[in-house]
């Protein structure tokens, strides 16, 4: 089953209506995961031409208790990024196929967008398509290492409820402490191989906007994978220096951190057991300023598919190389399929810090920050629909 690409899984599961055959478990997730990404985000229909706009809108309630402080409110992106989009390609002959994707990120609770700063903030890039040559992309999207990444997770990293997406920051590693490299990017370079057989690469190259200060590199990565009858695994490296002209993008003194490199280091592993699909990671942050702290991120996850449902569960560690910089948690969730566009959801989720460590929990604005020693918890129930 894993031999196949997920692209190559995904084209499978969409012919499964005709098919006698029950879909594996495995097919049925991919299925699921693939109408919330968007049309072909897990693999281009080679030869073929099509327009699509297609959509997601997510809101829930939420609880979040911050040591003995509570807050309750309406909350989009429990589940998915609320978000539109527009996806086309076209069949050029020859085995070529050009394609292009633009997405942006609202929050549905209020319509107000998710980057003010941006339109298409997920994603707005072009590329070309050939079985044999691999693919080309051009624009702002994922990184090599940061698809490595968002696969890793079994919550795809939603910047709410996902102990990954809090459990992978950098803020508190030091000067010039870049997460950039696992990150959507603008002007970024991307290609991926063809498959030999079960093995595949993919490499980025990212510029900065701002290359008034240090190199003009904003992140370059590249990512290995293997696709086995039930096992995958993926193994990832980046490299990455902060860009001053990105809010949020620079630890420190923006004019020191951009001359500052951080190497960032992925293992990954995922396997159909039958009953459920376990997966498990690792993740290491080395920036490399003088002083700088290193991170070291362990993850695992299960999923099962049971009836109309999805059942999904991670928990993470993490440990810095500064004495009781250390924090663990863990995200539970469950999707009850109304239809394969409509689900009902539930999370809950924990942080705990050690006692230098001050990481949150589905964070928004105005919500509670990190403290040292503290703990966080947060449910939510909600209902996502893709369109």
Known sequence: MFRKSLAGVAVLVSAMGSANA????YEQLVSYLAVGLGPRSIGVAPQQSLLSLYGTLDIGFNYTRSGSKG???LESGGAYTSKFGIYGQEALGAGWTAFFRIENGFLSDSGSLQDSSTLFNRAS?????HRQFGQLMLGRQYTSLGAAALYADPFLATAHESVYSYLGGVADLGMGASGDALARLNKTIRYASPRFGPFAGDVS???????????AVLARTAM???????????????????????????????????SQRTDTYLASAMYDFGPLIGQAAYIRIVPKHDGSDISNLYLLGLQKIWRNNLL???????RTSRDGNYSYGSTVGIDHFLSKRTAFYGRAGLMRNGPEASLTYNYDSGAFIGAPGRTVTSVTVGITHHF
Request: charged share 15%.
């Open 224 to 258: 290995g994978s293997y696709y086995g009858d039930r096992f995958a695994a993926t193994m990832a490296f980046g490299q990455s220096w902060c860009d001053p002209s990105v809010k949020g993008s620079c630890s420190g003194n923006a004019t020191e951190a951009a």
């Open 71 to 73: 807050v309750a409110r």
């Open 22 to 25: 029950a879909p594996t478990q």
């Open 312 to 318: 999904r569960m991670s928990l993470g560690y993490r």
């Open 125 to 129: 890039y072009i590329g070309l398509h």
């Open 205 to 215: 190259y990212s510029f900065k906007s701002d290359q008034t200060v240090g190199p």
